[in-house]
């Protein structure tokens, strides 16, 4: 999300919450860069969310409505699941954001040094606005959505994806369906995910 490593260890630092949970959990080093990152892994591990697209597939005809089933057979057909497969939905390959129309000429916002993307990391010319593709589980939790925050809503995210990925413009009915399908890939997050501090 454009942020940096010190400055997101800096913010965790500010949550007494936070620091007490580091502590016990990590008794040597307590809330650090390692540790934090170490914290991340283990909580995403513990995000097994059964959803209703799941008892779908496993014989539920109910568990999916018809916006929903409609929803699936769109993003098929449009070609998400290029992209967007196996069990997680995608996380599985590295794309370029905008593979068939210019994101950031969309976004209408100067380039920032985040958006270069594996780039960052590589320091290949060829990985430049490379980002691996993210797991469309909970993705209805996980806005504002791509690397940069920009798309505010669900229905956002799909239109430009649509649009720069495949592009494809998507009516608003399509849009809606789609995202109506996005929502169907949530599930209870588990009690033992609960982040220090949250309600």
């Given at each position: 999300?454009?942020?940096?490593?010190?400055?997101?260890?800096?913010?965790?630092?500010?949550?007494?919450?936070?620091?007490?949970?580091?502590?016990?959990?990590?008794?040597?080093?307590?809330?650090s860069l390692e540790n934090?990152?170490?914290?991340?892994?283990?909580y995403e591990e513990t995000?097994?969310?059964?959803?209703?697209?799941?008892?779908?597939?496993?014989?539920?005809?109910?568990?999916?409505?018809?916006?929903?089933?409609?929803?699936?057979?769109?993003?098929?057909?449009?070609?998400?699941?290029?992209?967007?497969?196996?069990?997680?939905?995608?996380?599985?390959?590295?794309?370029?954001?905008?593979?068939?129309?210019?994101?950031?000429?969309?976004?209408?916002?100067?380039?920032?040094?985040?958006?270069?993307?594996?780039?960052?990391?590589?320091?290949?010319?060829?990985?430049?606005?490379?980002?691996?593709?993210?797991?469309?589980?909970?993705?209805?939790?996980?806005?504002?959505?791509?690397?940069?925050?920009?798309?505010?809503?669900?229905?956002?995210?799909?239109?430009?994806?649509?649009?720069?990925?495949?592009?494809?413009?998507?009516?608003?009915?399509?849009?809606?369906?789609?995202?109506?399908?996005?929502?169907?890939?949530?599930?209870?997050?588990?009690?033992?995910?609960?982040?220090?501090g949250a309600a």
């Amino acid at each position: 999300m454009g942020n940096t490593w010190p400055n997101v260890v800096t913010t965790l630092t500010r949550s007494p919450d936070y620091v007490a949970a580091f502590r016990e959990s990590y008794p040597t080093g307590g809330l650090s860069l390692e540790n934090v990152c170490d914290a991340i892994a283990t909580y995403e591990e513990t995000l097994v969310t059964p959803s209703p697209v799941d008892r779908f597939l496993r014989g539920d005809d109910l568990a999916l409505n018809d916006e929903q089933r409609e929803g699936a057979r769109l993003f098929e057909s449009v070609g998400c699941t290029t992209c967007h497969n196996g069990i997680n939905v995608g996380g599985n390959s590295f794309q370029k954001m905008g593979a068939v129309r210019d994101y950031f000429a969309l976004r209408g916002t100067p380039v920032t040094t985040a958006d270069a993307g594996r780039f960052n990391f590589t320091h290949r010319e060829p990985d430049r606005h490379f980002f691996k593709v993210p797991t469309l589980r909970q993705v209805a939790e996980t806005g504002p959505w791509f690397h940069d925050g920009h798309a505010t809503t669900l229905e956002d995210a799909v239109r430009t994806m649509a649009a720069v990925q495949l592009g494809r413009d998507l009516d608003a009915a399509q849009v809606q369906r789609i995202a109506a399908f996005l929502r169907a890939l949530t599930g209870p997050v588990p009690a033992a995910a609960a982040l220090p501090g949250a309600a």
